[in-house]
């Protein structure tokens, strides 16, 4: 799985990590000094990267592995049943994240699933397709591409 918390200290989209960059301590050599590496993509590049990149990708609050809230446990035990791989990222960790993510589906509330590029829902509507057998069908080629990849 694939978690990041927005861009302070994480690894951003492009796989850089972010520093910030304190006051020079007089007492410590210049190359033990921490450095500023900014990433130069926006929030809003970001989750438009997220989508395309990732097959399945659940903006939550918290991680697959903690969640925070209820909603964003059972859309994440759901797609858990399918075996494919979760790219998430935590929308308690940064404001700007979680206002991206909101103008990019016109969509108010957490957890957002987005499947193969295309907004989904929150758990509600995961749940509703789970039940109808819909999610099967749509989860069910990158179910087959992750046992594929595990199995080469």
Known sequence: MNY?????????????????????DPDTHQDFQPTSKSSEMSFDDIVA?????????IYMKGY?????????????????????????????????????????????????VFIKGEFVGGSDIILSMHQKGELKDLLGDI??????????
């Open 4 to 24: 990041s918390s927005g861009l302070g200290g994480a690894p951003n989209a492009n796989g850089d990590t972010t520093t910030t960059r304190v006051a020079a």
């Open 49 to 57: 990267q997220d989508i395309k990149e990732h097959p399945v990708v």
């Open 64 to 112: 697959p592995d903690a969640p925070r809230c209820g909603f964003s446990a059972l859309a994440v035990k759901i797609l858990k049943l399918y075996g494919v791989p979760i790219s998430a990222r935590d929308i308690l960790s940064d404001l700007k994240l979680k206002e991206s993510v909101k103008a990019y589906s016109n969509w108010p509330t957490f957890p957002q």
């Open 143 to 152: 179910a087959q591409e992750g046992e594929q990849n595990g199995s080469s």
